[in-house]
């Protein structure tokens, strides 16, 4: 444990700020980057499923964590310092490599930063386990999830004028160098030797069953929806309105509010209703957001309306991924916990990659407004996997 809880609560807000970063600039400007590149919309949706390959390799990861203690220095310490270092290294070499003459390099260079990413990501999920007693683990959750939210607002934000006023390299560097936050922090956590009981054991993953797979494929498909619609927000708005890079660091900005509010909806919904009636009525919100998007996203409404749409879908992609990850809790054995969910958590980014896929082609073959509109059918189709997924389950109570 680190020296005091404060301490302690700022390292792993620390890990999530470092990643909210990342995730900022891939959610803000990445699109932006490739297209000015000379690239296609269709180039942006294959970057954007090969690059979230390594989040598919997170159970890969917790089972190497959860076995090996690395060179005697720990399960967690050593592999997330590991994972900041591959992330820092990318970041300074990917402006030296154009992905508009070099596409599949820049495509290397960020599968490989994600792997980066994805270790230190799972790690530090784990330290938290290993080391948060029961009754801080939702202060614990809090400076985590709000570290991720203000580091992709504060990448949206300063990386978005960066690109404007400055340069690409500058972008990069700059993420490099917000990448070393967490480091010192590091220092103060002690990470203790694991209990035996809390050792993995291979035959729990016999409780993978068929219901839970259906609640796997159900946060697939949840996430082709929305992250195959966010990736369309800021080029949609580019070709609609010709907002410029800092406009568009703003608006993700403004996106990430929404999602801090649709993360209290969401679980507020989790809380008053069973999860069964709780997703239903996400699946309805988001639908009327993706409907808004398709419909009222052009010069004729104005941009101000439009931005107040981008928060509105901000609200509903943040309840639905709160809305998955509680529901998910329910699927997963206390004796691999951590490994269960994080196969739980790879069908959910397996579907950021389709979606990315998906929606960056099909944008390119029918247009913004007719791809809003296949994913509404496509979220509709969550309805009867969430009435099999749930089927006569008593509700169970809170367990954040």
Not at 175 to 180: G, K, N, Q, R, Y
Not at 278 to 297: E, M, N, P, Y
Not at 339 to 346: H, Q, T
């Amino acid at each position: 444990m680190a020296k005091n809880k404060t301490l302690r609560y700022l390292t792993f807000g620390s890990l999530y700020f470092t990643q909210g970063t990342i995730m900022g600039f891939f959610a803000a400007l990445n699109a932006l980057y490739l297209l000015d590149n000379g690239l296609q919309m269709t180039d942006v949706g294959i970057f954007g499923f090969i690059a979230l390959l390594p989040f598919v390799l997170k159970i890969g990861l917790g089972i190497l964590s959860d076995r090996i203690n690395l060179f005697g220095l720990g399960h967690r310490k050593p592999y997330i310092f590991i994972g900041l270092i591959v992330q820092f290294l990318c970041l300074v070499a990917a402006p030296f490599i154009n992905p508009g003459t070099h596409f599949w390099g820049y495509v290397a260079i960020s599968f490989t930063l994600q792997l980066g990413m994805a270790l230190y990501d799972t790690c530090t999920d784990g330290l938290a386990l290993d080391t948060t007693p029961v009754e801080e683990q939702g202060t614990i959750q809090g400076f985590m999830v709000g570290g991720r939210a203000v580091g992709s607002i504060a990448a949206a934000t300063i990386v978005g004028f960066l690109a404007e006023n400055v340069s690409w390299l500058s972008v990069f560097w700059g993420l490099a160098a917000l990448t070393l936050i967490p480091v010192p922090f590091m220092f103060f956590v002690h990470e203790k030797q694991k209990d035996v009981e809390k050792r993995f054991d291979w035959s729990a993953f016999k409780a993978f069953d068929k219901r839970t797979l259906l609640a796997g494929l159900m946060g697939l498909l949840m996430f082709v929806i929305i992250l195959g619609a966010n990736q369309l927000i800021n080029p949609y708005l580019e070709a609609q309105f010709g907002i410029s890079l800092s406009e568009a660091g703003m608006i993700t900005s403004v996106w990430s509010l929404g999602i801090v509010g649709g993360s209290f909806l969401g679980g507020w919904l989790m809380k008053k209703y069973p999860p069964k009636k709780a997703l239903v009525i996400g699946v309805i919100l988001l639908s009327l957001s993706l409907s808004t998007l398709a419909f009222f996203l052009t010069p004729q409404y104005g941009l101000v309306l439009g931005i107040f749409l981008v928060i509105l879908f901000g609200v509903t992609y943040g309840t639905y991924q709160t809305q998955y990850f509680a529901a998910a809790m329910q699927f997963v054995d206390p004796r691999i916990a951590a490994s269960m969910y994080a196969i739980l958590m790879a069908f959910t980014n397996i579907g950021q990659g389709i979606g990315m896929y998906l929606s960056g082609t099909l944008a390119d073959l029918t247009g913004f407004s007719t791809t809003f509109m296949i994913l509404i059918g496509l979220n509709l189709l969550i309805l009867p996997l969430i009435s099999m997924v749930f089927k006569n389950q008593v509700p169970v109570k809170e367990t954040l």
